[in-house]
């Protein structure tokens, strides 16, 4: 049993307007790659022993945000791997992420490789109205995608002087945004300490 799982998870702290936020803690998996990595096993954040898989590049993590308009900042980009210089990361705009539609918010990670990271966090605040529950923060596109990632596949331990075994898009495996209860009994020590910061997690 030497199997080693590392969540690598994208963070991002949801604010509403005013004193109303909504909660968006839940955990879900990228599970559908497009034909560039579908060769190697997912979910695509989970270290199996042999591979990981490192955020990174254009459109390194991309949502489907469900708001007119909204504002994005406090981006945070690191990589527990050797030699990695995460980031640094930048607004994205809406984009196309390839084999998995248009995504209306994206974030691109400077250069590629050797700057991914295996946790990415950044915050989203709705500008034109608030999201009444969890699950009503992100929205499916027309092809049933609400988060996705650019995926770099490296070898086990994580090391920048290692090529990328390939690289390719994952995305979530359905069109419903996940109930948030299992992930915030999961982080409920983390979040405690973060009083009205409000965060949803894609591993």
Known sequence: MNKIKYIAAVLIAIAGLGLQQAKADFIFNLTVP????????????????????????????DVNVNATSWTIG???????????????????????VDGFGVLNQTVNSFDGY??????????????????LSDTTVLVANNQGVFAAAHIFVTTSPA????????????????????DGGTTVMLLGAALGALGMARRFLMS
Not at 86 to 91: E, I, K, R, T
Not at 114 to 131: E, K, M, Q, V, Y
């Open 114 to 131: 050797t700057h991914s990271s295996n946790f990415i966090s950044f915050a989203l605040t709705n500008t034109s109205g608030t999201w």
């Open 34 to 61: 497009n034909s560039a990595i579908s060769g190697f096993p997912g979910p695509y954040a989970t270290v199996d022993g042999s591979n990981i898989y490192l955020f990174g590049a254009v459109n390194a993590v």
């Open 159 to 178: 090391n920048a002087t290692n090529s990328a075994l390939a690289t390719g898009f994952a995305a979530n495996g359905g069109s419903t945004v996940p």
């Open 74 to 96: 406090s981006f945070v980009a690191t990589n527990s791997g050797t030699g990695f210089s995460p980031g640094p990361l930048s607004d994205g705009g809406s984009g196309t």
